[in-house]
């Protein structure tokens, strides 16, 4: 009878060598389990970590911080922060035409987006229509238009040093005095907020200003 060979030596050399390892060798190390990723970096629209902010932009805030002007301080900073002189521009007319030269002034202001009542309009000799109409009932309703302060008002030499400031006068030497010339732009300047249009003579009207107005 034919010997059977063990069936446990046949399937040692099947399996091949165990995982045990043999003397003298290292067994490999085990590879470690994937833990959590860490989180990514913040991209634009995606949260991440939050980072402090560099050192240099920090220097730069504190800079700037130190560079803005303090109360009481001197210099190109206050100097900007200080009431500004109105921009004075002149428009070129001779006595006959600068009302009407003010009101084309007047016309491109409102068109430009001023509102009405930023606007006053100053004559040194004839005044204005509108003016004369409004002093015909009386100066309680011509004054109360000038307080009401929703539409141009028009005033002489004579009556502009008793209107309010506005952010833009426009000056008519249509004539007149040299006395009424000076008060008028004396007035305009003073109580002018923004802008300063005259209209007249130019010769005459820097002689007017180089007075000192």
């Not at 043999?22 to 989180?39: C, H, L, M």
């Not at 991209?43 to 911080?65: K, M, N, V, W």
Request: aromatic share 2%.
């Amino acid at each position: 009878m034919p010997l059977i060979p063990e069936e446990p030596q046949i399937h040692e050399k099947a399996q091949g060598p165990r995982a045990t390892p043999a003397s003298g060798r290292t067994a490999p190390t085990p590879r470690p389990v994937p833990g959590p990723r860490p989180a990514a970096p913040p991209r634009p629209g995606r949260p991440g970590p939050t980072r402090p902010a560099p050192p240099a932009q920090r220097a730069s805030r504190d800079a700037s911080a130190s560079a803005a002007p303090k109360p009481g301080s001197s210099g190109p900073a206050a100097a900007a922060a200080a009431p500004a002189t109105p921009q004075i521009q002149l428009i070129p007319a001779s006595p006959e035409g600068a009302l009407d030269a003010a009101e084309e002034a007047v016309d491109l202001l409102l068109d430009s987006g001023r509102t009405p009542g930023d606007v006053l309009v100053i004559t040194t000799g004839e005044p204005h229509p509108w003016a004369a109409h409004e002093l015909s009932f009386g100066e309680s309703a011509y004054w109360a238009q000038h307080d009401a302060g929703d539409d141009v008002f028009y005033a002489d030499a004579a009556l502009a040093a008793r209107a309010a400031s506005r952010p833009v006068v426009v000056v008519a030497v249509n004539g007149g005095p040299e006395a009424a010339a000076v008060t008028a732009l004396s007035a305009a300047h003073s109580r002018a907020g923004a802008l300063l249009i005259v209209c007249g003579d130019p010769q005459r009207i820097n002689s007017v200003l180089g007075a000192g107005v």
